[in-house]
T-cell receptor
Framework: KQEVTQIPAALSVPEGENLVLNCSFT??????LQWFRQDPGKGLTSLLL?????REQTSGRLNASLDKSSGRSTLYIAASQPGDSATYLC??????????????FGAGTRLAVHP | DTEVTQTPKHLVMGMTNKKSLKCEQH?????MYWYKQKAKKPPELMFV???????INESVPSRFSPECPNSSLLNLHLHALQPEDSALYLC???????????????FGPGTRLTVT
């Protein structure tokens, strides 16, 4: 059974720092992996999706990498801003037929960026 | 347009009430999802509809009844809920199954449900 773990659970940093959020998964047979952002009491916003055949994806100040063999993904946030404060969730999508519609979520990393 | 809308934003209901949550998308997605999220926890999958047919039910109690009347709409009918059912209910949609589909899910803003 796939388990997804995110470290750290919480992070507080001053504005301007470069950050690395970690996600690990136990079953490397994934279809793809998706990173989300969630503001308190709100829905999830998709940030990046990495296919199992890809090594990384970039969007603006965000860069996500994937190492399937080691069961790890990282989300890199460059030059953090207070507006980046949110919970970041990673979710793996199983690689077997019938599992593609299921996302397995980690517990999230709560990020606070202070001015 | 990558928007999923949900109504209402907030709902307070008694344990004997019947209410419904509504979700709508106009992205041409043919898979739609209901999730339940408790505070400080990740979302938990409840139901998946694929091509308007229920394909996954994660052993959800029968007091939650999903319905997919057409490819754009998804409802969740609620009846005889318990206080522990209070949570944020999230709807999501994704591309239909097919070669090269990423199944990237797009989420709505959620309905905050309180059961008294």
């Amino acid at each position: 059974k796939q388990e997804v773990t995110q470290i750290p659970a919480a992070l507080s940093v001053p504005e301007g720092e470069n950050l690395v959020l970690n996600c690990s998964f136990t079953d490397s047979a994934i279809y793809n992996l998706q990173w989300f952002r969630q503001d308190p009491g709100k829905g999830l916003t998709s940030l990046l999706l990495i296919q199992s055949s890809q090594r990384e994806q970039t969007s603006g100040r965000l860069n996500a990498s994937l190492d399937k063999s080691s069961g790890r993904s990282t989300l890199y946030i460059a030059a953090s801003q207070p507006g980046d404060s949110a919970t970041y969730l990673c979710a793996s999508r199983p690689g077997f037929s019938g599992g593609y519609n299921k996302l397995i979520f980690g517990a999230g990393t709560r990020l606070a960026v202070h001015p | 347009d990558t928007e999923v809308t949900q109504t209402p934003k907030h709902l307070v209901m008694g344990m004997t009430n019947k209410k419904s949550l509504k979700c709508e998308q106009h992205m041409g997605h043919r898979a739609m999802y209901w999730y339940k999220q408790k505070a400080k926890k990740p979302p938990e999958l409840m139901f998946v509809y694929s091509y308007e047919k229920l394909s996954i039910n994660e052993s959800v109690p029968s007091r939650f009844s999903p319905e997919c009347p057409n490819s754009s709409l998804l409802n969740l009918h609620l009846h005889a809920l318990q206080p522990e059912d209070s949570a944020l209910y999230l709807c999501a949609s994704s591309q239909p199954p097919g070669q090269g589909t990423s199944y990237e899910q797009y989420f709505g803003p959620g309905t905050r449900l309180t059961v008294t």
